[in-house]
């Protein structure tokens, strides 16, 4: 048998199949080409963030200890710097930052918070040396639930707002407001009132001021009126005395009567008058005879003898101070029950 000659299409056949299916694909779509290679992406440019300058202030928070008296500590705060320390945009923040209160360690340590953490810091205006600070209503109707509400809570609280705002060299006093007013109820409280223990004061001094030789006074002329009682108390900054005051039939009074007050030139002495007086019914006020209280400054009060006798009267205290030092004083009267309270600060 003749064997056949391989033909010309039998070994393109056979190259086509040793040279495989990239070939194919070569011949069908083309030649074959490297993957272009990917340009390296382009960083995005960092655009620099300002970063607010900031400045030290020191707030004041509370330490209640297992034994002895509480007080208050100072601790630094980092707040935003303003355009001058007289900055009321600086004040805001420091007193935000005492709202805030405590750190996670400072409060392991043993701080809290002086007041309401809810309460808001609403707006802080400055009219040459006095500052009105205005908070919203959670510093009062709050109180019960996230502060300490004794006389001593309450104190503390007013005093950390004071010496939080005297480290404000531009500043002597302060207004306290909630939501823009001073007085009035809010939510069935009265503002005040303050917390219902010392009372809400007309301003927090922060200066030495008024000097030795001023006199202060408050209330209207009014008649027929009684001292019901005096009491006092201090804390870490000032000694407060308040006369309570009610209509000499018992009831509750209206108005404050004129009570006026001065200081001796020697800062020693503080004489306080209250006018319209017909009975005074604190049975330890005898005229003439000292009443010890060696409270903080104070030693004594005295009610003067010789007072001129009538259906309405001049009644005159004399509050003896601690003669090692040298005090200034502020007088204020609150009302619902009326009482005048008189704060003597040591220089």
Not at 277 to 286: E, K, N, T
């Given at each position: 048998m003749r064997r056949l000659r391989p033909t010309g299409i039998a070994i393109v056949a056979t190259l086509l199949l040793s040279i495989g299916p990239a070939f194919w694909v070569a011949g069908c779509l083309g030649r074959a080409t490297e993957p272009s290679p990917q340009k390296p992406a382009v960083p995005p440019v960092q655009t620099p963030v300002a970063t607010q300058e900031s400045t030290s202030v020191t707030i004041y928070l509370v330490r209640w200890p297992a034994q002895g008296e509480p007080r208050l500590e100072p601790v630094k705060r980092d707040v935003p710097k303003g355009r001058s320390d007289a900055d009321p945009s600086v004040m805001k923040s420091c007193l935000e930052a005492l709202v805030a209160g405590p750190t996670p360690e400072e409060r392991a340590a043993g701080l809290?918070?002086?007041l309401p953490r809810s309460t808001k810091v609403l707006s802080v205006k400055v009219d040459g040396t006095t500052a009105s600070v205005d908070f919203s209503r959670e510093i009062i109707t709050r109180a019960s639930a996230e502060a300490a509400v004794s006389g001593t809570g309450e104190a503390l609280a007013l005093e950390s707002i004071r010496r939080t705002m005297a480290g404000f060299p531009t500043l002597t006093r302060v207004k306290?407001?909630?939501?823009g007013r001073s007085r009035g109820e809010l939510d069935g409280r009265l503002i005040e009132d303050f917390w219902g223990h010392v009372g809400l004061p007309e301003y927090l001094v922060l200066a030495s001021q008024p000097g030795p030789e001023a006199v202060q006074s408050v209330g209207k002329p009014a008649d027929g009126m009684a001292i019901k009682s005096v009491r006092w108390s201090s804390d870490f900054s000032k000694f407060r005395l308040v006369i309570d005051i009610e209509n000499a039939d018992g009831t509750r009074a209206s108005q404050c009567p004129v009570v006026r007050c001065s200081?001796?030139?020697?800062?020693?002495?503080?004489?306080?008058?209250?006018n319209g007086?017909?009975?005074?019914?604190?049975?330890?006020?005898?005229p003439g005879k000292p009443l010890t209280i060696s409270s903080g400054p104070a030693v004594s009060i005295t009610r003067q003898a010789g007072e001129r006798t009538g259906d309405d009267q001049l009644v005159s205290l004399d509050l003896a101070l601690d003669p090692s030092r040298s005090y200034t004083y502020k007088l204020f009267s609150l009302v619902d029950p009326v009482r005048a309270v008189i704060d003597v600060f040591p220089n």
């Open positions: 809290s918070a002086p306290l407001l909630v939501e200081l001796s030139a020697s800062a020693r002495v503080l004489s306080i008058e209250v007086i017909r009975a005074v019914r604190d049975p330890r006020l005898v």
